[in-house]
T-cell receptor, first 110, second 110 residues
């Protein structure tokens, strides 16, 4: 069973601070996805990264896929209360299946 | 397009009862998935389908069954509900690179 370890599990910060969420595995993935989920809703895709070493930016969010395609990170610059939510990483394996991490619950306080 | 729809939104079952969670998508996606999400956790894959008539087990299939008679519909069946099946269930469909999630069904087994 492929396992994705996500850290930290919980993060509470003040508005304007920076943060990084990590996603690590011993398995190689064909792609790595990051989702954001708000209470009572399904996850919504933020980004898909397919190339080892690739960095993608989405406004204040920076996503990186490790060179060996086993790990990833999400960095948020100048966090805002609207960034609050559950962030999930997911690695794609053969057969178009996704393995999800346990999630990072982010709270940004005004 | 409605995207991915799920019914019911919430259900309480007694131990041993059965029910079917409905999932439909109108995007003509071949791939469809069922996940469960326990509180504060990531998503675990229950079953998935790569097209009408084809289904396969995910990480946690015990206690569940699925069918895929049409491209649009992918119902999940619980035959003998157990308290361990208390969870939020998400259905998703997939286009290349992106999974689209439904709003979820919250199930409580007492």
């Amino acid at each position: 069973t492929q396992l994705l370890e996500q850290s930290p599990q919980f993060l509470s910060i003040q508005e304007g601070e920076n943060l990084t969420v990590y996603c690590n595995s011993s398995s190689v993935f064909s792609s790595l996805q990051w989702y954001r989920q708000e209470p009572g809703e399904g996850p919504v895709l933020l980004v898909t990264i397919v190339t080892g070493g690739e960095v993608k930016k989405l406004k204040r969010l920076t996503f990186q896929f490790g060179d060996a395609r086993k790990d990833s990170s999400l960095h948020i610059t100048a966090a805002q209360p609207g960034d609050t939510g559950l962030y999930l990483c997911a690695g794609e394996t053969s057969g178009s299946r996704l393995t999800f991490g346990e999630g990072t619950q982010l709270t940004v306080n005004p | 397009n409605a995207g991915v729809t799920q019914t019911p939104k919430f259900r309480i079952l007694k131990i041993g009862q059965s029910m079917t969670l409905q999932c439909a998508q109108d995007m003509n996606h071949n791939y469809m998935y069922w996940y469960r999400q326990d509180p504060g956790m990531g998503l675990k894959l229950i079953y998935y389908s790569v097209g009408a008539g084809i289904t396969d087990k995910g990480e946690v299939p015990n206690g569940y069954n699925v069918s895929r008679s049409t491209t649009e519909d992918f119902p999940l069946r619980l035959e003998l509900a157990a308290p361990s099946q208390t969870s939020v269930y998400f259905c998703a469909s997939r286009m290349v690179g992106t999974q689209y999630f439904g709003p979820g069904t919250r199930l409580l087994v007492l």
